[in-house]
C-alpha cells in the first residue's frame, strides 16, 4: 500500500511539474516572426478565404488574445479541433513554437494604448434575444473583445463567414472532419438554428474589436 501510495504521488508530482512548466512558458515575438510562414499565407493576405469545408475568410489573428492561440493550436494538435490543414499544421508544433507564434500574433500590428471600444453598437431586438439565450457576453465581454478568461477568444469583428463556420463545427463536434469538441460551446451553439448563428455571427462581425489582418511582406 505504502508502495502504491508513493508511486501514485511521484505521479501526480510530475504531472504538476509538467503542468506548471507548460503554464511558465513564455513566448518570444522575434522567434514567432522568425516561424511564422506557415501562417502568412492564409491568414497574413487580406481577403483570403479557405474552400474547406465551404468558402469562407479565414480568421483574423493578428491582435488576438496570445493564450487563446495557443489553446486553439492545442486544440487542433490534439484532434479537438478537427480541420486537418491545422491539424497537420499544429501537429509539427512544439509547445515552445506555440507560445512564439501566439506572442508574435497578439501583438502584431498593434498600436500602443490601441483596444477596442467597450460600449458596441446595440444589435437589434432579435439578435439580442438570440446573445442572451447563450450569453455570450458573459463569457466573450459586454464588447466581445474581452473575454473573462484569456484563453477565450475575442470575436468582436471577426469575419461573419468564418464565425458562421466555427459556430456550425462544435454543433458537429463528432464529426471527424470538421467537428469541433468542446462541451461548454457544443452546448451553447446545439440551442439554435444555423439561420440564427448566421444572424448571431453577422452581427458579431458589426463590431469593431482588435483583430485585423496585417499583411507581411514575402521576403524577409
Given amino acids: 500500500m505504502t508502495k502504491l501510495f508513493t508511486t501514485f504521488f511521484a505521479l501526480l508530482v510530475a504531472v504538476v511539474t509538467v503542468t506548471a512548466q507548460?503554464?511558465?512558458?513564455?513566448?518570444?515575438a522575434k522567434a514567432g516572426q522568425a516561424i511564422n510562414a506557415m501562417c502568412i499565407g492564409c491568414h497574413g493576405i487580406k481577403g483570403y478565404q479557405a474552400s474547406f469545408p465551404e468558402v469562407y475568410?479565414?480568421?483574423m489573428i493578428s491582435g488576438?488574445?496570445?493564450?487563446?492561440i495557443v489553446a486553439a493550436l492545442n486544440a487542433y494538435k490534439k484532434g479537438e479541433r478537427k480541420h486537418p490543414s491545422m491539424r497537420g499544421i499544429s501537429e509539427t508544433l512544439t509547445d515552445q513554437n506555440m507560445a512564439d507564434l501566439a506572442a508574435y500574433y497578439s501583438g502584431h500590428g498593434v498600436a500602443?494604448?490601441?483596444?477596442?471600444?467597450k460600449e458596441v453598437k446595440a444589435p437589434s431586438a432579435q439578435v439580442a434575444a438570440l446573445l442572451g439565450k447563450a450569453n455570450c457576453a458573459s463569457c466573450h465581454g459586454a464588447n466581445f473583445s474581452t473575454p473573462i478568461d484569456p484563453s477565450y477568444p475575442k470575436i468582436g469583428g471577426q469575419h461573419a463567414d468564418y464565425l458562421f463556420v466555427a459556430l456550425k463545427s462544435y454543433k458537429n463536434d463528432a464529426n471527424a472532419v470538421v467537428g469541433?469538441?468542446?462541451?461548454i460551446m457544443a452546448g451553447m451553439a446545439k440551442q439554435y438554428s444555423n439561420a440564427e448563428l448566421k444572424q448571431i455571427a453577422n452581427y458579431l462581425a458589426s463590431v469593431p474589436g482588435d483583430l485585423k489582418v496585417e499583411p507581411q511582406s514575402r521576403w524577409r
Fill in 22 to 28: 507548460a503554464q511558465e512558458l513564455k513566448g518570444d
Fill in 57 to 59: 475568410k479565414v480568421p
Fill in 64 to 68: 488576438q488574445s496570445e493564450k487563446y
Fill in 112 to 117: 500602443p494604448g490601441q483596444s477596442a471600444p
Fill in 180 to 183: 469541433r469538441g468542446n462541451a
